[in-house]
């Protein structure tokens, strides 16, 4: 009796994560076109990403139900989708980073994700597709982070707490690329990000 009620245990989560990956499969790819359409003839793509990130991402996040509406899964493949959607229409991807990165963030806190889910899942996409694209990292890394900062400033959030969970989410997506990645990452953060040294610190200890 036990031996069948764990093969059906066992069916059931492999039936349900086949549904999560066809469910972030689908948000990929949506939020890729959606963001080439809302990008469509537009000239300052730099101050249109926001709202159209924002707006493809509640559309569709509210459309995925709970199975996934506030994972981190979530707010990676919005990202993965936009960046790839910018590529795709030849914009510079680094300069679009921050606010593909603020899109999805608010998007997602909007649709009833969470915050701390939403800035990990971000942040680690960001520098995960800036490897797969061969764009530079450290700046990368610099403009998710700024972007999760942003985001959360906006919506009248903890910015101390967004910019150690986005300079935290960061470093451990770093660490999974290389250890020079990590050392430039490391480095542009300090450089660039008020506070991100003293909580690079406390990750030592």
Known sequence: MLKLKDEKVAILSIKLNNMVFSIISRLVNG????????????GDTGSAIVDVVKNTTITLVKGTGEVVSKGIEVAGSIVKGAIFGVADIGTSVIGAIKGIVMGTINGVIEAGGKQDQAVQGAVSQA???????????????VEAVSGSVEAVKKIGGDAAQATRQAVIAAIEAAKDVS??????VKNALITSIEGAKDIIETLKK
Do not use: R
Request: charge should be neutral; aromatic fraction near 4%.
């Open 127 to 141: 520098i995960y597709s800036a490897k797969e694209l061969g764009l530079d990292i450290g700046k990368t890394a």
């Open 179 to 184: 250890d020079e990645t990590l050392t430039a």
């Open 31 to 42: 939020v890729k076109e959606g963001v080439k359409a809302g990008l469509k003839g537009v």
